[in-house]
C-alpha cells in the first residue's frame, strides 16, 4: 500500500512557475517505484505529463506541443518524494495534477496509465492570463 500526497499547486499568474511535490508513504521502498505526473482540466480527460524511473535517472515526458521544455520531473529518494517543476506556465496548464506510483523494473519509465496501482487526490494548479 502507497498513500501519495501532493501539494505545491496554487494560483499563479501565466509565465510563472510552480514546483508540485508528491510526498510518498509506503510499505516498501519508495525506490521500487517509478512515479509519474498526470493532470486533467475541466471537461477534459485525464492525460499524462511526465514519468520517472526508480532511480531517477529515466524520463519520459509527454509527447506535447503544449507542454515540451517546460516541465521537469525529478525524484528525492531519500526523502520518499518525486516532483514536477513547471516553467512558463500557460492559461490551458490550468488543471488538476495527480502523482501516481506503479512497481516497475529499474529503468522503466514508460507504463500504461491504467497500471499505475496508487494515486494522490491531485492538488489544484490555477494559471490566470
Known amino acids: 500500500q502507497v498513500q501519495l500526497v501532493e501539494s505545491g499547486g496554487g494560483l499563479v499568474q501565466a509565465e510563472g512557475s510552480l514546483r508540485l511535490s508528491c510526498a510518498a508513504a509506503?510499505?516498501?521502498?519508495?525506490?521500487?517505484?517509478?512515479m509519474a505526473w498526470f493532470r486533467q482540466a475541466p471537461g477534459k480527460e485525464r492525460e499524462f505529463v511526465a514519468a520517472?524511473?526508480?532511480?531517477?535517472?529515466?524520463?519520459?515526458?509527454a509527447d506535447s506541443d503544449s507542454m515540451r521544455g517546460r516541465f521537469a520531473i525529478s525524484r528525492d529518494n531519500a526523502k520518499n518524494t518525486a516532483y514536477l517543476q513547471m516553467n512558463s506556465l500557460k492559461p490551458n496548464d490550468t488543471a488538476v495534477y495527480f502523482c501516481a506510483a506503479a512497481l516497475a523494473r529499474a529503468g522503466v519509465t514508460r507504463i500504461p496509465s491504467s497500471e499505475y496501482d496508487y494515486w494522490g487526490q491531485g492538488t489544484q494548479v490555477t494559471v490566470s492570463s
Open positions: 520517472i524511473s526508480r532511480s531517477g535517472r529515466t524520463t519520459n515526458y
Open positions: 509506503s510499505e516498501r521502498t519508495f525506490d521500487m517505484y517509478a
